[in-house]
């Protein structure tokens, strides 16, 4: 068993290195990080890091050299605000240049995981290619406004996972695509837009890496293709 967790230097990904450490001692774990140092997270033993810009094709495709052979991929690449961009409240508030990065860190890194990784799933008995989506990106939940170039992302993520699910159907009928919500998860990403969430509503990363584990356990090849939340639930695109 071979997992790979893409951003596993960030919230949800660290916890997720973690909980799956705890849960899978078995498995062969490797994590990639991009501007953080895993090492500021503390040492986790025996896990592989690989430092990746997973926008970049090149650094994917080295990447997909290094591990090789994998069962799941899990990416917990994300960007909601910047140093200097808070996500829009308003149309009026858009800029192309923030909605053009948040595309390419919310969509990019999926897309090239999936193009560089096809061929290192054959041979596995337990394809899974998770992303965590946002239930935000669902455009029928969609109730607020506002968030436009988060939202947009992913919506846009959501579309390419789907697809995915679609086309890996054919050459991979036992694997799984799925996107999954993690929740309203205590992180650097969330932090600025916390004091409006209740505090039974707002879970730590590990509490949420640990139930989106038992979702991604309990997939099978019939729910390809489905946008999950933490719970299992099912959430509409
Ligand atoms: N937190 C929430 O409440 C919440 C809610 C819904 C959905 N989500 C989604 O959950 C995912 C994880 O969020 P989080 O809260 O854990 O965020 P986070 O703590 O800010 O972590 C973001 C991760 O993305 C990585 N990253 C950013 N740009 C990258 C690039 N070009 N190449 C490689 N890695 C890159 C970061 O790596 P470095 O730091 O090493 O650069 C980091 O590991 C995101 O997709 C987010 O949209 C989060």
Redesign the pocket.
Known sequence: MKILI????????HALVEVIQQEIPEAEIHA?????SPKDKGQINSVVWHR????DVESVSQLSLEVGPVDWVIN?????HTQDHRPEKSVTQIEPEFFFKTVE??VL?SLLLARCFQNNFKGSQSARFIA????VGSIEDNRLGGWYSYRAS?AALNMVLKTLSNEWRRIQPDGCVVAI?????D????EPFQKNVPPEKLFS?SHSAYQMLQVILRLNSDQSGQFLAYDGSFIPW
């Open positions: 893409a951003g596993g230097s960030g919230g949800i990904g990639t990080f991009f501007q953080s990746a810009d997973l926008t917990a690449i994300g960007m909601l860190v919310n890194p965590l989506s946002a239930r992913k919500h993690p929740g309203t998860v992180t650097r990403l969330s990363a």
